[in-house]
């Protein structure tokens, strides 16, 4: 039997079981006797600047190895800055637990200083709630929570912390972590799965989720291509197979050409492996509706699919892969012709277009292929929301799994606390922010985390001073009448600077190669700083 220690204690002792390697923390009152745990706990607290940044920062640790990713903030004001990772992580099914300290128990229900209800705000937008009510309850709800968080369809949890429970004492272990199922295809599913890709002329496999860990994604592309099935990643979701594999043909979804649509569109046999036919890969609920379909996935409810479901198979991608293998040959009269005009496809997509000069601003296409060249194969790409990604969607590949973290709900401000994160995840590789300048600013101030942690990564903003994305919706419905999509910009790479990072500012084409391998080299935060037209258009899928 353990030594009585505090609660605070006990729950870092049943993180540390759980082979928790660092949380992402904006300290608080709340949980104070928590961080006296961490003081001699090699567990890394990672201190950052705002509850919205180690939000997102937890939610890319977990999107990057699959455990879930720890943060820890305080009662409401704290809470409430966290809530958009919550909302990001649930609508992504991405592993991630968040420790809210709580007013005291005596204090409950009495508006006290910083008071909320947990459950009321968290309950439509995590998996679970969970608060801790009993000293000795505290580490067997930690293991829940951690078991929930990478369960089924991946998510956020959300944990309880009361002020005055945390310093109560107890004596009871820390409870080891528990066994994830990891289901596999039964034969009568794998039976119905051959007979519907043998009949199909025109099948059409999307791959996404969090679960492509190791060679599961290229085995998957392997077999496809065996079978001459043309393989998607969903959007936002490239590292799910390699980019590089004759079989990948792009994603549906924001910035997507036109030949995946009408590919969708034309299938007979939809397959989704770890994907599901949601809002945004449909062409809002459009687009593939009417096809057979086949939905691998760990998930009961299938949460977020839109359209038919003929089958339905419980099984991670890897345990799925390892039966197709043994399927034999089911390509039926199918030739390769669909897969490799498809791929073409894809290819002339990514490359530099044929395209008048730019005469204002730099030319993000030669960028964003300077980019592609210098960055190697063990990239870390993260993502902000908005057009300003598009030229990275389109000209930066991923061949390596657990190389991409952006939010597929199209939450802002990920972008900056993700690489934070990516450096620290995996300090060998290079961590690469694509942001738009109203992205960046909305979590810009991590770039002092990673300063305080030692890290490098470079940030790459795009500047043409509006909020892009809206604007193009506002000239759709309302044109010739901006409103409230302005932006006054620094020098961005001015400001880099005074954390003692590495700033480039262009303006223009020239020195794009020089002054990237510059900023590549800078062991430490780099920021490649921009500036565009502000009449520039967002990429058009339109003719490929």
Same mark, same amino acid.
């Given at each position: 039997?353990?030594?009585?220690?505090?609660?605070?204690?006990?729950?870092? %002792?049943?993180?540390?079981?759980?082979?928790? +390697?660092?949380?992402?923390?904006?300290?608080?009152?709340?949980?104070?006797?928590?961080?006296?745990?961490?003081?001699?706990? *090699?567990?890394?607290?990672?201190?950052?600047?705002?509850? =919205?940044?180690?939000?997102?920062?937890?939610?890319?640790?977990?999107?990057?190895? =699959?455990?879930? =990713?720890?943060?820890?903030?305080?009662?409401? +004001?704290?809470?409430?800055?966290?809530?958009?990772?919550?909302?990001?992580?649930?609508?992504?099914?991405?592993?991630?637990?968040?420790?809210?300290? !709580?007013?005291?128990?005596?204090?409950?229900?009495?508006?006290?200083?910083?008071?909320?209800?947990?459950?009321?705000?968290? /309950?439509?937008?995590?998996?679970?709630?969970?608060?801790?009510? #009993?000293?000795?309850?505290?580490?067997?709800?930690?293991?829940?929570?951690?078991?929930?968080?990478?369960?089924?369809?991946?998510?956020?949890?959300?944990? $309880?912390?009361?002020e005055d429970l945390l310093r109560e004492l107890s004596e009871a272990p820390a409870p080891a972590p528990r066994a994830v199922a990891a289901p596999a295809p039964s034969s009568a599913d794998l039976e119905g799965l051959r007979r519907r890709i043998l009949a199909a002329e025109r099948p059409f496999l999307l791959?996404?989720?969090?679960?492509?860990?190791? $060679?599961?994604?290229?085995? @998957?592309?392997?077999?496809?291509?065996?079978?001459?099935?043309?393989?998607?990643?969903?959007?936002?979701?490239?590292? #799910?197979?390699?980019?590089?594999?004759?079989?990948?043909?792009?994603?549906?979804?924001?910035?997507?050409?036109?030949?995946?649509?009408?590919? @969708?569109?034309?299938?007979?046999?939809?397959?989704?492996?770890?994907?599901?036919?949601?809002?945004?890969?449909?062409?809002?609920?459009?687009?593939?509706?009417?096809?057979?379909?086949?939905?691998?996935?760990?998930?009961?409810?299938?949460?977020?699919?839109?359209?038919?479901?003929?089958?339905?198979?419980?099984?991670?991608?890897?345990?799925?892969?390892?039966?197709?293998?043994?399927?034999?040959?089911?390509?039926?009269a199918r030739s390769a012709d669909r897969v490799e005009a498809l791929r073409a496809s894809q290819e002339r997509f990514a490359a530099v277009s044929e395209h008048e000069p730019v005469r204002t601003g730099v030319d993000l296409e030669l960028v964003f292929d300077e980019l592609e060249r210098r960055l190697g194969?063990?990239?870390?790409?993260?993502?902000?929301?908005?057009?300003?990604?598009?030229?990275?969607?389109?000209?930066?590949?991923?061949?390596?799994?657990?190389?991409?973290?952006?939010?597929?709900?199209?939450?802002?401000?990920?972008?900056?606390?993700?690489?934070? #994160? =990516?450096?620290?995840?995996?300090?060998?590789?290079? *961590?690469?922010?694509?942001?738009?300048?109203?992205?960046?600013?909305?979590? $810009?101030?991590?770039?002092?985390? !990673?300063?305080?942690?030692?890290?490098?990564? @470079?940030?790459?903003?795009?500047?043409?001073?509006?909020?892009?994305?809206?604007?193009?919706?506002?000239?759709?419905?309302?044109?010739?009448?901006?409103?409230?999509? /302005?932006?006054?910009? +620094?020098?961005?790479?001015?400001?880099?600077?005074?954390?003692?990072?590495?700033? *480039?500012?262009?303006?223009?084409? %020239?020195?794009?190669?020089?002054?990237?391998?510059?900023?590549?080299?800078?062991?430490?935060?780099?920021? !490649?700083?921009?500036?565009?037209?502000?009449?520039?258009?967002?990429?058009? /899928? #339109?003719?490929?």
């Amino acid at each position: 039997m353990p030594q009585s220690r505090s609660v605070g204690h006990l729950i870092v %002792e049943t993180l540390a079981a759980h082979g928790v +390697p660092r949380v992402y923390s904006v300290p608080g009152e709340s949980f104070l006797d928590v961080l006296d745990g961490l003081y001699d706990s *090699a567990i890394e607290n990672v201190v950052c600047r705002q509850e =919205g940044g180690a939000g997102f920062m937890a939610l890319a640790e977990g999107r990057l190895t =699959g455990r879930p =990713g720890i943060a820890m903030v305080t009662r409401g +004001p704290g809470a409430a800055n966290f809530f958009i990772a919550a909302h990001c992580a649930y609508q992504d099914a991405t592993p991630l637990v968040c420790f809210v300290g !709580l007013v005291p128990v005596d204090d409950r229900r009495r508006e006290s200083f910083q008071e909320f209800s947990i459950d009321s705000w968290f /309950g439509s937008t995590a998996k679970r709630v969970l608060t801790v009510e #009993a000293a000795d309850q505290a580490g067997e709800i930690v293991a829940e929570a951690m078991h929930i968080a990478v369960s089924g369809r991946p998510g956020p949890v959300v944990v $309880g912390l009361p002020e005055d429970l945390l310093r109560e004492l107890s004596e009871a272990p820390a409870p080891a972590p528990r066994a994830v199922a990891a289901p596999a295809p039964s034969s009568a599913d794998l039976e119905g799965l051959r007979r519907r890709i043998l009949a199909a002329e025109r099948p059409f496999l999307l791959a996404g989720g969090d679960a492509f860990f190791g $060679g599961a994604g290229r085995r @998957l592309a392997d077999w496809a291509l065996e079978q001459r099935i043309p393989v998607a990643a969903d959007w936002r979701n490239y590292d #799910a197979v390699p980019n590089d594999h004759p079989a990948y043909i792009g994603w549906p979804g924001y910035g997507r050409r036109d030949s995946i649509v009408a590919a @969708l569109e034309e299938a007979d046999l939809f397959i989704g492996v770890g994907a599901v036919r949601g809002d945004v890969m449909s062409e809002g609920y459009t687009a593939g509706l009417r096809a057979e379909t086949v939905l691998v996935s760990t998930d009961a409810q299938l949460l977020q699919h839109s359209g038919r479901v003929d089958q339905h198979i419980a099984s991670t991608p890897a345990n799925l892969v390892e039966a197709l293998e043994g399927l034999g040959d089911l390509r039926g009269a199918r030739s390769a012709d669909r897969v490799e005009a498809l791929r073409a496809s894809q290819e002339r997509f990514a490359a530099v277009s044929e395209h008048e000069p730019v005469r204002t601003g730099v030319d993000l296409e030669l960028v964003f292929d300077e980019l592609e060249r210098r960055l190697g194969e063990d990239r870390v790409v993260t993502y902000g929301a908005g057009n300003a990604t598009i030229w990275g969607h389109r000209q930066l590949t991923h061949n390596r799994p657990n190389s991409l973290v952006a939010s597929r709900n199209g939450a802002m401000g990920m972008a900056v606390p993700a690489a934070v #994160a =990516g450096a620290l995840v995996f300090p060998d590789r290079r *961590a690469v922010a694509i942001c738009g300048d109203g992205d960046f600013f909305m979590n $810009g101030q991590e770039v002092a985390t !990673l300063v305080a942690q030692g890290g490098r990564a @470079l940030f790459v903003v795009v500047d043409n001073a509006k909020f892009a994305t809206i604007v193009e919706h506002q000239e759709r419905w309302y044109p010739g009448r901006p409103s409230g999509t /302005g932006l006054v910009n +620094p020098d961005f790479a001015a400001w880099v600077e005074t954390f003692g990072g590495r700033g *480039a500012r262009l303006d223009s084409n %020239e020195r794009i190669a020089e002054t990237i391998a510059e900023l590549l080299e800078f062991d430490g935060p780099a920021l !490649l700083h921009l500036v565009i037209d502000p009449a520039t258009p967002s990429p058009s /899928g #339109a003719g490929y």
